[in-house]
């Protein structure tokens, strides 16, 4: 089955944060970021959520793609800065979009999710079970950002892309995904809830109850640590290794992309890639032997947005005309997990 796109759509926060609006409260200052990441500025969302921007982004990949919320069968949205735990943000975009005949539901792998949501798609719709699906990437990353930490949080922005898919018959191109669990704590993000007054009194009985033979010594300091367990949701990553892991992967899942599918690096009109880093980019165009004109970003203005990154910047593309009907693309996205892919579309 070959996946055919419909329309995309993005919504960006009107704040913008430049690096000289960083530099008065962290140090560091425009140089230093520009010479490390290539970003510029990035969008902080105000009064809006992950929630909020996901369905203006959805919205307007409807109306690219003049459809109706009926039409849509299945919702998959990527997130890992949802407002809310339950119900999942895809629920609440079904409920606001009116797209009543969607079954939806939510992804977690950070800024690999709008690959793997396509991938997702892409099984669904070979399996029969739907025709016409929203994937949604969307991210507001400054809720969970440490801003004491310049070399994180100046990389990192809001925002979300949405685009609507479908699949026709004959043949598609096969994505390829991969997961490296093992070096997953080069980018984490642990959640650590609040312990409720009642709950830590109940445990503190347990642990009074607790003798001190060897076989509860492991009990007691899992009790004792779950006292002192702080609530903390904040990014925090070893951004040396993140950069290794991507400049050596994405070239080779890229190429692993392309052989599978018997298609040439040359045929490739260009590469859309998620946007972490402008050093990155430019080491992976200068690995695959590809010019760099086709590597489009705007990482420049809106930092990483994780799972929103790619979709965001496909939508500008196409707005600008800068990608049009014919066109082949590779899309590949790399993040926490580790995780990385890559795919091909026709437009």
């Known amino acids: 089955m070959k996946l055919k796109l419909l329309g995309t759509g993005s919504a960006i926060p009107e704040l913008k944060l430049t690096n000289a609006d960083l530099s008065t409260v962290l140090d560091t ?7 490390r990441t290539g970003i510029g500025s990035r969008h902080i969302a105000v009064g809006e959520d ?10 307007k990949a409807l109306e690219a793609a003049g459809i109706s919320a009926e039409e849509i069968d299945a919702i998959i949205v990527s997130t890992t800065s949802g407002s809310d735990l339950l119900p999942a943000t895809a629920c609440i975009v079904q409920r606001e979009l009116g797209a009543k ?35 949604v990437g969307t991210e507001c990353l400054s809720k969970i950002m440490n801003w004491n930490d310049r070399g994180s949080c100046i990389l990192f922005g809001d925002g979300a892309g949405a685009c609507i898919v479908t699949g026709h018959s004959g043949k598609g191109y096969k994505p390829v995904i991969h997961t490296n669990g093992k070096d ?49 949701v904040q990014v925090a990553m070893d951004g040396k290794a993140v950069f290794q892991f991507a400049v050596r992967q994405v070239p080779n899942v890229i190429n692993e992309v392309l052989k599978l599918n018997e298609v040439e690096p040359d045929s490739i009109d260009r590469y859309v890639l998620h946007q972490a880093n402008r050093r990155i980019i430019e080491s992976i165009a200068k690995r695959l032997k590809q010019p760099e004109n086709k590597f489009p970003t705007n990482v420049f203005e809106y930092g990483n947005t994780s799972s929103a990154s790619i979709p965001i910047l496909m939508d500008q593309l196409i ?3 800068e990608l049009t009907a014919g066109m082949k693309i590779c899309i590949a996205g790399f993040g926490a997990g580790l995780t990385w892919g890559a795919m091909i579309i026709d437009l």
Do not use: P
Not at 29 to 35: A, F, L, N, P, Y
Not at 205 to 229: C, G, S
């Open 29 to 35: 200052d425009d140089e230093w970021i520009r010479e």
């Open 319 to 321: 707005e600008n005309g």
């Open 184 to 232: 997953g704590g080069a980018l984490t993000c642990r959640q650590m809830y609040a312990k409720d007054e009642n709950l830590r009194k109940i445990i503190k009985i347990k642990l009074a109850e607790l003798d001190n033979n060897e076989h509860n010594r492991e009990l007691k300091e899992q009790y004792e640590a779950a006292l002192n367990e702080q609530e903390n």
């Open 101 to 135: 005949n969607a079954f939806a539901f939510d992804i977690s792998v950070a800024c690999t999710g709008f690959i793997t949501g396509l991938t997702t798609a892409l099984g669904y719709m070979e399996m029969g079970m739907c025709k016409t699906v929203l994937v």
């Open 50 to 59: 992950a929630t909020t921007m996901a369905v203006r982004a959805s919205k």
